[in-house]
C-alpha cells in the first residue's frame, strides 16, 4: 500500500513564507506527476502546483511568482515552497501522486493546515 506523509504546515503572518514537505512510502513502480491542492473552509478542493516526473511543473495563477514546487524523484518526495502568504492562501493542503502499482492509483495525504494571518 502507498502512503504519502505531509509535513510542514503551520500558523503564520501575512507575507512570511513556509515549506511543505511530502514523501511517499510502500510498494510502487514508479510516481507519475505529484501534486499540491488545497481546500478552504466551504470551497472546493483546487490544484495549486504539479510536478511530473520530467521536471514540468505548473501553477494556479494565484499562486505563480509566490509558489514553487520542486521533488525529488529518488527520495520520492514533493515539496512546495510557499511566498509572500496571504490570508486567502488559508487551507488544508494536500499531496497527491499518481502512482504505478498493478495499475494507475491517484493516491492522497491526510492533509495539513495552513492559517495565514492578516
Known amino acids: 500500500q502507498v502512503q504519502l506523509v505531509e509535513s510542514g504546515g503551520g500558523l503564520v503572518q501575512g507575507g512570511g513564507s513556509l515549506r511543505l514537505s511530502c514523501a511517499a512510502s510502500?510498494?510502487?513502480?514508479?510516481?507519475?506527476?505529484m501534486r499540491w491542492y488545497r481546500q478552504a473552509p466551504g470551497k472546493q478542493r483546487e490544484l495549486v502546483a504539479a510536478?511530473?516526473?520530467?521536471?514540468?511543473?505548473n501553477y494556479a495563477d494565484s499562486v505563480k511568482g509566490r509558489f514553487t514546487i520542486s521533488r525529488d524523484n529518488a527520495k520520492n518526495t514533493v515539496d512546495l515552497q510557499m511566498n509572500s502568504l496571504r490570508p486567502e492562501d488559508t487551507a488544508v493542503y494536500y499531496c497527491?501522486?499518481?502512482?504505478?502499482?498493478?495499475?494507475?492509483?491517484?493516491?492522497w495525504g491526510q492533509g495539513t493546515q495552513v492559517t495565514v494571518s492578516s
Open positions: 510536478a511530473t516526473s520530467g521536471g514540468t511543473t
Open positions: 510502500g510498494k510502487f513502480v514508479s510516481i507519475n506527476a
Open positions: 497527491n501522486a499518481l502512482v504505478l502499482t498493478y495499475v494507475m492509483t491517484s493516491v
